[in-house]
Every structure is written in C-alpha cells, then in structure tokens.
C-alpha cells in the first residue's frame, strides 16, 4: 500500500515489450502509472503489470537489473500483479516448450508459442468473467501467445478462447495470455485496477 495517496499507482515493467500501450489503458482508467526500469521504484507503486513481449529476453534484462529476487519478494508479499503474454510465462509455475527459468507465483503451467509462430498470430472473441454471474464477450489479440495447459486447484478460470483458459487469477496474481492492452475496451484492465484499490484498502 502506498500511503497518502489519493489514486492507485500502477507500475509497468518497462525493460522490453509493449508496456507503454498498458500505461496508456492504466491513465485513462484513472491510475497514476510509473514506467518501472529500477528496482526501487516497486516501493512507490501499489500494483505491477508485467507485459507481453520477448520472455527470454526479458528474462536476461531482469538478471542484468537485478529484478529477480526483489520482484518474488515484492509480489510474495501480497502486491497485484497483471501478467500478458510474456509476463504469464515469467509468473508460471512451470514453462514448457522449452522449459525456462519462471517467478513461480501461480500455480499454473504453459506451453509458450503455442498456437504457432509470429504468422499464426490471431484475433478472437472470448469470454471474461469479472464477477459472478457476469459475462463479457471482448476482443483478444493472440501473438505469438502461450497456452495454459494445466491450472493449479487454488487457479480461478476468469475467461476463455476457443476452449482454452486465457484469463487466470490465483489472489493477487492475474494473467493474460493475449494481450488486453491492444484489443478494444479495457475490462480486463479495469478488473485489475480494482484488484489494486482492493489491496490498497
């Protein structure tokens, strides 16, 4: 929780990928938004979004700067956290194809690349479910996405794609395996940002 603040700060890890088109969604919503490059700054902000983009690459750009370890510990602690794409590969339990060093932090497994390469990348209508007994048909850009393969017992179920589980959430932590912050409409971004108030108290 950050104190004496009158609006949520959201942060957006902002070593690579597409998070400017994230913090732009966040402002609008009404979040004041840091653009994440240093460790210290994760004491400023109530809430994260790790976004899409090159998983191994971002996982050489937190090694470098030293997120690794005070990330788990930031995000163990009870902080919100919003994986897209890439970022639910990094917040996985476990990653396949291949396997790759994860953060851990909910209980789930994915298979990366799985619907194809960069040409099999597509656009779909699925469902998100915020609350009980709500539905919501959005849009969903795949690229280059993960697939959930296997969900953990304490894994909520929020949305799905043609079959597949594609919005998860297990407490503080929520994924996406396509990517919100390009799609029309910003529900799910919106479900995030009351996670954070909701954290915030």
């Known amino acids: 929780m950050t104190e004496g603040k009158t609006r949520p700060v959201v942060g957006a890890l902002a070593l690579q990928g597409d998070f400017a088109a994230h913090t732009a969604t966040m402002e609008r919503l009404g979040a004041d938004v840091v653009s994440v490059r240093k460790v210290a700054q994760l004491e400023g902000i109530d809430g994260l979004i790790i976004p899409g983009g090159e998983s191994t690459t971002l996982i050489r750009l937190m090694e470098v700067f030293e997120f690794w370890e005070p990330l788990q510990r930031w995000i163990g602690d009870g902080h919100p956290v919003f994986g897209t794409c890439a970022g639910t590969i990094l917040l996985a339990n476990e990653v396949l194809g291949p396997t790759q060093k994860s953060l851990g932090l909910i209980d789930i497994t994915v298979e990366r690349n799985s619907y194809g390469r960069q040409v099999d990348s597509f656009e779909g209508t699925g469902s998100f479910r ?42 503080h932590v929520l994924v996406a395996t396509f990517h919100p912050e390009l799609g029309a409409g910003s529900t799910v971004h919106e479900y995030f940002l009351q996670m954070v108030i909701t954290a915030r108290g």
């Open 130 to 171: 915020p609350t009980p007994g709500r539905e919501d048909e959005i849009e969903m850009i795949f690229i280059r996405a993960p697939r959930i393969v296997r969900m953990g017992a304490q894994v909520e179920a929020l949305g799905d794609c043609n079959g597949d589980t594609v919005v998860a959430r297990q407490e």
